[in-house]
């Protein structure tokens, strides 16, 4: 299995443009994961979805994030528009439904200048 | 919501050496409590987990100890080796696998060959 696989691995965009980060979860797990690494707040969770539901949104940061998962092979995290304290490390994770290992990408570093 | 946390951020320990990382955490109803291991521009991998109904849990070279009347988790990494310097997270949630595992914000173990 290639594990979990993330795209793109490092993006620099200018503020104001639109960012969408990408996950493609390990083949049969059905819990997704999406979580922002920062130096100040270490790993925060966003987002989760089980079975492509989305089921806590409460850590998206604002109405500029969404995500979507549209099929049990790919998950999309989008920033729009895009700011410069939205620089971070973005990671996805999936795992089985009902159980507590998560299984992590290797991340996308997003610079907003 | 409540959180995990670390006592210390940094480690330095002799290459040979045992390492111990501390962490405490404040959610009494957390019953599920896991490590991670963070190589530079990597994702967190798993290294071990435990849950409350035990007091200790060992795997290849690491133990994990759990007190739950102090409410404080350890790592402890035997012999350590340069291929060990990472940081650290713990994380907990419940066994249920319902809630979505919430990290400490992790140790940096740095290795002195």
């Known amino acids: 299995d290639a594990g979990v696989i993330q795209s793109p691995r490092h993006e620099v965009t200018e503020m104001g443009q639109e960012v969408t980060l990408r996950c493609k979860p390990i083949s049969g797990h059905n819990s997704l994961f999406w979580y922002r690494q920062t130096m100040m707040r270490g790993l925060e969770l966003l987002i989760y979805f089980n079975n492509n539901v989305p089921i806590d949104d409460s850590g998206m940061p604002e109405d500029r994030f969404s995500a979507k998962m549209p099929n049990a092979s790919f998950s999309t995290l989008k920033i729009q528009p895009s700011e410069p304290r939205d620089s971070a490390v973005y990671f996805c994770?999936?795992?089985?439904?009902?159980?507590?290992?998560?299984?992590f990408g290797a991340g996308s570093r997003l610079t907003v200048l | 919501g409540e959180s995990v946390g670390l006592h210390l951020p940094t480690l330095s320990v002799q290459e040979g050496d045992n390492s111990i990382i501390n962490c405490a955490y404040s959610?009494?109803?957390?019953?599920?409590f896991i490590w991670y291991k963070q190589e530079s521009g990597k994702g967190p991998q798993f290294i071990i987990d435990i849950r409350s109904n035990m007091d200790k849990r060992q795997g290849q070279r690491v133990t994990v100890l759990l007190n739950k009347t102090v409410k404080h988790l350890s790592l402890q990494i035997a012999a350590t080796q340069p291929g060990d310097s990472a940081v650290y997270f713990c994380?907990?949630?419940?066994?249920?696998?319902?809630?979505?595992?919430?990290f400490g914000k992790g140790t940096r173990l740095s290795v002195i060959a």
């Open positions: 994770a999936s795992g089985k439904e009902g159980a507590n290992v998560l299984t």
């Open positions: 994380a907990e949630s419940l066994v249920s696998g319902n809630t979505p595992l919430v």
């Open positions: 959610n009494s109803a957390s019953d599920y």
